[in-house]
């Protein structure tokens, strides 16, 4: 049976309204928000830089986010848009022109490249609205909260997910953002960051990831292996029951992230996928690496994590645990620089970096 907990719901105030703010001077951590600092997989295939460039416009609602992308001059015209406030239902519809293709109730960037969202001032809170990629490219989105997306129930919002990706995704950097719901698919949520369809060079960083009966999946189906190239590092996944995350197919490099409570199993690599996993903190968890709920084989490299209350299950034909010994059984070359941080010092560093609202900080490589 799932474990899920509840999490207590912030009251939401809705705020309307639509500002340029081009050129205007913000504190540093908004300021460089939408530039540089790109790291891993989405450093590849001709970077990611989001609407660096570009103009800034500030928005304080769905609706509002919907319009700036509406307004470009074209689908690939770079945009930031700097979000404050609660975006909600009651915020979000859709917004028609040449440059966009939204929906009510969903944050849609829908073949469309080159764009930003970044949460600034006060922050920037997605409450039960989700935010879905399908056949865009450059996107960065960081520094925004997103809560309580449901596939089920009232109100239901981008699948279930909090950020989804799908169809011929490219080149996209999520960092220091927090993504939470309040239980598993009995309580009518589904995954906090899934990649699907052919979705590829996606960097997942900085970011805390709690509270979920699935953190997220690369790939919908044994056979959808067209995903890959997907990097997570100092990230926290905080009672998350599986998937962080499921793997089927193509390449994922993990490091420096903590996991804490996985409930029924961690990094599921599995229909031919290979797993990169380096210096990673596991903590009060079961089943943290390995394949599971099918015989068909992943695969993994494994250096330089530490296991700490770590609890294994026995192998059977649709369990294929990688410890209690973890060894490696492929290798995964990494075409991009990074620094590992020390494994011991993950815990320490991830809490004082990863999530929203967190000024943007990243890891210096001391405890």
Known sequence: MRRSV???????????????????????????????????????????????????????????????????????????????????????????????????????????SNVTIVGVGGGAVFDQVG??????????????????????????????????????????????????????????????FDLKDNT????????????????????????????????YHHNRYENIDSRAPLLRGGIAHMYNNHYVRLNESGINSRAGARARVDNNYFEDSKDVLGTFYTDAAGYWQVGGNIFDNVTWSSPGSENHPAGPDPKSNTTVGIPYSHSLDAASCVPAIVSRTAGAGKGLQVSDGKC
């Open 200 to 231: 590829q060079y996606v960097t997942l960083s900085y970011s805390v990831l709690r509270n979920s009966g699935r953190g997220g999946l690369v790939g919908n189906s044994e056979s959808d292996r067209s995903n890959s190239f997907i990097t």
């Open 6 to 112: 509840a999490l207590r719901l912030c009251a939401a105030l809705a705020v309307t309204g639509l500002a340029a703010v081009t050129g205007a001077a913000l504190p540093m951590s908004e300021a460089s928000a939408a530039t540089g600092g790109v790291t891993g997989y989405a450093t590849q295939n001709g970077g990611t830089t989001g609407g660096a460039g570009g103009q800034k416009v500030r928005a304080t609602t769905g609706t509002a986010i919907h319009a700036a992308l509406c307004g470009r001059a074209s689908t690939s015209t770079p945009l930031t848009i700097e979000v404050e406030g609660t975006v909600n239902h009651a915020n979000t519809k859709k917004v028609s022109g040449a440059g966009c293709d939204t929906a009510d109730g969903v944050i849609e960037l829908k073949k469309v």
């Open 131 to 192: 935010i879905h990629l399908r056949e865009a490219r450059n996107v960065i989105i960081q520094n925004v909260t997103v809560r309580n997306v449901k596939k089920s129930g009232s109100p239901t919002s981008n699948g279930g997910d909090a950020i989804g990706m799908e169809r011929n995704v490219r080149n996209v950097w999520v960092d220091h953002t927090t993504l939470e719901a309040s239980g598993g698919e009995p309580e009518g949520f589904d995954g906090l």
